[in-house]
C-alpha cells in the first residue's frame, strides 16, 4: 500500500491508504468477541497498491472478531485473453483461490472470501446466463451474485472513474433481460451507483421482485462536486431515496462506504486519522436513517476495505459501527454485525 506521509490524493472517489498515516492513531477494540461477518471488501495488485489477503488477514488481526468476509467485484484478475464476455470468470477463480488459501488455517481463523460477488456484463441480454453459469462453476460453492456498477453522473468531479458509464443502465431493456437471468439461477445483485440514481433502482426493485438486491455504500450519498457545502439539502434528499427503496422487500443495505470521498468529509487531509468518536459522529445520521427504514434484519456493516481504509483504520471503522449500534437490542445488533450478511448471502460458516 502507499506508505507516504503526504496528504492522500484529493482526486478520485476515494483517499489512497496510508499505512504509516494509519499507525499513529490506535484504540481498544469495543466488543471483541461480537462475531462480525464483512459483506463487502476488495482485493487488488495494481496501480501500485496492493490489497491482497496478507493484507486483509492484517487488517482483520487488529482486534475484531471477524469470522467471514464476503469479497465483492473490482474487476481483479480478469482473463487475460478468450471471450470478452467471460474474461471475468477470472476474478472468480482468483478469489475462489484466496478462499481456499484462507480455509488453510494459516492466515488467521477468519473465511475470507466466504462468499464471491463477482461481474457480468449484464447488457449482454440472454447471453449472460451462460457465462453467470460459467462463475457458479469457477467459485467453488462460494459465489453468490453480481455486481454490475450503475455509478454516474454528469459532473465528472462526482463520476470520477465511473464518467464514462453508460446513464440509466437499470432501465436499459438489454440489462433487464440480464438481470432476469439472476433468480433463476439464485443470485443476487449489488447495487453501486450515487443517490440521485436511487429511484432508477427502486424501478429496477419494482420490475424484479424475486431478484434479492443489496444497496451498496448506504446508497452513495454524495458531498462533492456540485453538493460540497450542502450536507443538510443533500441529506433531506437522500433520506427520502432510502425510504422509498426501503419500501421492497428483496431490497436490503450495506452500512459503509463512508470513509470515501465521496460523502466529502476531509479525514485523509488531517494530520491525524480520526478516532471512532469522531467518524461515528460523521457517520451516524446516514446509518441511522438505514436501519431505521430497512430494519436490522435488512441492514449489514461493511468495510469496504481498501477504499474506505483512506480515511480510518480496520480497527476504527468497526468501533465506530459499535459505537452507533450500541443503542439497539442485542438481537438486533447480531443480525447487522453478522446474521443478515449471512442470511443474505448464504454464507456456510464454521
Same mark, same amino acid.
Given at each position: 500500500?502507499?506508505?507516504?506521509?503526504?496528504?492522500?490524493?484529493?482526486?478520485?472517489?476515494?483517499?489512497?491508504?496510508?499505512?504509516?498515516?494509519?499507525?499513529?492513531?490506535?484504540?481498544?477494540?469495543?466488543?471483541?468477541?461480537?462475531?462480525?461477518?464483512?459483506?463487502?471488501?476488495?482485493?487488488?495488485?495494481?496501480?501500485?497498491?496492493?490489497?491482497?489477503?496478507?493484507?486483509?488477514?492484517?487488517?482483520?488481526?487488529?482486534?475484531?472478531?471477524?469470522?467471514?468476509?464476503?469479497?465483492?467485484?473490482?474487476?481483479?484478475?480478469?482473463?487475460?485473453?478468450?471471450?470478452?464476455?467471460?474474461?471475468?470468470?477470472?476474478?472468480?477463480?482468483?478469489?475462489?483461490?484466496?478462499?481456499?488459501?484462507?480455509?488453510?488455517?494459516?492466515?488467521?481463523?477468519?473465511?475470507?472470501?466466504?462468499?464471491?460477488?463477482?461481474?457480468?456484463?449484464?447488457?449482454?441480454?440472454?447471453?449472460?446466463?451462460?457465462?453467470?453459469?460459467?462463475?457458479?462453476?469457477?467459485?467453488?460453492?462460494?459465489?453468490?451474485?453480481?455486481?454490475?456498477?450503475?455509478?454516474?453522473?454528469?459532473?465528472?468531479?462526482?463520476?470520477?472513474?465511473?464518467?464514462?458509464?453508460?446513464? !440509466?443502465? +437499470?432501465?436499459?431493456?438489454?440489462?433487464?433481460?440480464? %438481470?432476469?437471468?439472476? /433468480?433463476?439461477?439464485?443470485? =443476487?445483485?449489488? *447495487?453501486?451507483?450515487?443517490?440521485?440514481?436511487?429511484?432508477?433502482?427502486?424501478?429496477?426493485?419494482?420490475?424484479?421482485?424475486?431478484?434479492?438486491?443489496?444497496?451498496?455504500?448506504?446508497?452513495?450519498?454524495?458531498?462533492?462536486?456540485?453538493?460540497?457545502?450542502?450536507?443538510?439539502?443533500?441529506?433531506?434528499?437522500?433520506?427520502a431515496s432510502i425510504e422509498e427503496i426501503a419500501k421492497y422487500p428483496n431490497?436490503?443495505?450495506?452500512? !459503509?462506504? +463512508?470513509?470515501?470521498?465521496?460523502?466529502?468529509?476531509? %479525514?485523509?487531509?488531517? /494530520?491525524?486519522?480520526?478516532? =471512532?468518536?469522531? *467518524?461515528?459522529?460523521?457517520?451516524?445520521?446516514?446509518?441511522?436513517?438505514?436501519?431505521?427504514?430497512?430494519?436490522?434484519?435488512?441492514?449489514?456493516?461493511?468495510?469496504?476495505?481498501?477504499?474506505?481504509?483512506?480515511?480510518?483504520?480496520?480497527?476504527?471503522?468497526?468501533?465506530?459501527?459499535?459505537?452507533?449500534?450500541?443503542?439497539?437490542?442485542?438481537?438486533?445488533?447480531?443480525?447487522?454485525?453478522?446474521?443478515?450478511?449471512?442470511?443474505?448471502?448464504?454464507?456456510?460458516?464454521?
Amino acid at each position: 500500500m502507499t506508505t507516504s506521509t503526504a496528504a492522500a490524493s484529493s482526486s478520485g472517489l476515494y483517499a489512497d491508504p496510508r499505512e504509516d498515516w494509519l499507525a499513529q492513531y490506535t484504540e481498544e477494540v469495543i466488543d471483541p468477541a461480537r462475531p462480525i461477518v464483512d459483506p463487502h471488501h476488495h482485493l487488488w495488485d495494481r496501480g501500485g497498491q496492493r490489497y491482497m489477503l496478507e493484507e486483509m488477514a492484517a487488517d482483520i488481526a487488529s482486534g475484531h472478531n471477524i469470522v467471514a468476509t464476503v469479497y465483492v467485484d473490482c474487476r481483479s484478475m480478469y482473463r487475460a485473453s478468450g471471450p470478452e464476455a467471460l474474461r471475468p470468470v477470472g476474478e472468480v477463480e482468483f478469489a475462489n483461490g484466496v478462499a481456499a488459501m484462507s480455509a488453510s488455517g494459516g492466515y488467521g481463523p477468519a473465511q475470507i472470501n466466504a462468499g464471491i460477488v463477482s461481474h457480468v456484463n449484464l447488457l449482454l441480454g440472454d447471453g449472460a446466463k451462460p457465462v453467470l453459469e460459467a462463475e457458479i462453476a469457477a467459485g467453488g460453492g462460494r459465489f453468490r451474485g453480481i455486481r454490475h456498477s450503475s455509478a454516474w453522473d454528469a459532473e465528472f468531479e462526482v463520476a470520477g472513474m465511473y464518467a464514462k458509464r453508460p446513464k !440509466g443502465l +437499470l432501465l436499459d431493456a438489454a440489462f433487464r433481460e440480464g %438481470f432476469a437471468c439472476l /433468480a433463476p439461477l439464485n443470485l =443476487s445483485f449489488d *447495487a453501486w451507483l450515487f443517490h440521485p440514481q436511487i429511484g432508477e433502482l427502486v424501478d429496477l426493485a419494482r420490475a424484479f421482485p424475486d431478484t434479492r438486491i443489496v444497496l451498496d455504500h448506504c446508497g452513495g450519498p454524495v458531498g462533492i462536486g456540485r453538493f460540497a457545502g450542502k450536507r443538510e439539502e443533500t441529506f433531506v434528499t437522500w433520506k427520502a431515496s432510502i425510504e422509498e427503496i426501503a419500501k421492497y422487500p428483496n431490497v436490503s443495505v450495506k452500512l !459503509g462506504g +463512508l470513509a470515501m470521498r465521496l460523502l466529502g468529509y476531509d %479525514f485523509h487531509e488531517r /494530520a491525524m486519522p480520526p478516532s =471512532s468518536e469522531q *467518524a461515528a459522529a460523521a457517520w451516524r445520521p446516514y446509518i441511522e436513517t438505514c436501519i431505521e427504514a430497512f430494519g436490522p434484519n435488512r441492514a449489514m456493516f461493511e468495510s469496504n476495505f481498501p477504499p474506505d481504509k483512506g480515511q480510518c483504520s480496520y480497527q476504527v471503522i468497526f468501533n465506530a459501527f459499535k459505537r452507533i449500534a450500541a443503542q439497539y437490542s442485542e438481537a438486533e445488533r447480531t443480525a447487522l454485525f453478522s446474521n443478515t450478511a449471512t442470511d443474505f448471502y448464504r454464507l456456510k460458516l464454521g
